[in-house]
């Protein structure tokens, strides 16, 4: 049984149509003009909502190593992988590194596994000024800011 994002539906091997996705991944899948896939909700997958407390552990992980760019259905498919303690199956980097950092099992759709965790600082690129996370434009010296990523840990493969 695996936690499902739209990539899964997408991209996935049968094998990986199985256990549970979120309703905005459903919005998702029923926005993409290929929507096949969709036989398997209902059949092999459920639709289900993570509980607040989940989202909320979710949030403060994306605030801890400074990730800004995932989507509500991103959120709301960590939220329920921690919940349910089941493995994500996702394509999606930034996804991937939030879901590795919070300590679930993270497979992409031909089911291998990332390797590292990263986290991001976000700098000036003029002055070298750090600040929070998403900041667009340095207030001091007016350039640009940008994520950079550092490593946290890398991931042993254990298959
Ligand atoms: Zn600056």
């Known amino acids: 049984m695996y936690v499902l994002d ?7 091997k049968p094998a990986v149509l199985r256990g549970y996705t979120t309703p905005e991944v459903l919005s998702e ?3 993409t003009e290929a929507n096949a896939y969709l036989w398997v909700i209902g059949e092999r997958v459920e639709v289900e909502r993570p509980s607040p407390h989940f989202v909320r552990e979710v949030r403060r992980a994306l605030a801890e190593i400074g990730e800004t760019k995932l989507s509500d259905a991103d959120v709301s498919v960590l939220a ?7 493995p994500l199956v996702t394509d999606d980097y930034n996804l991937q590194n939030v ?5 679930l099992e ?3 759709t031909g089911m291998g596994r990332i390797r590292r965790v990263l986290r991001y600082e976000w700098r000036c690129i003029g002055c070298g000024r750090k600040y929070r996370a998403g900041m667009k434009r340095c207030p001091v010296c007016g350039s640009r800011v940008r994520p950079h990523s550092f490593l946290i840990s890398e991931v042993e493969d254990t298959q």
Not at 99 to 103: E, P, V
């Open 6 to 12: 739209a990539s899964a539906f997408i991209h996935g």
């Open 99 to 103: 879901a590795r950092y919070l300590g």
């Open 106 to 108: 993270v497979l992409d």
């Open 29 to 31: 899948l029923k926005s």
């Open 80 to 86: 329920l992988a921690l919940q349910k303690k089941l």
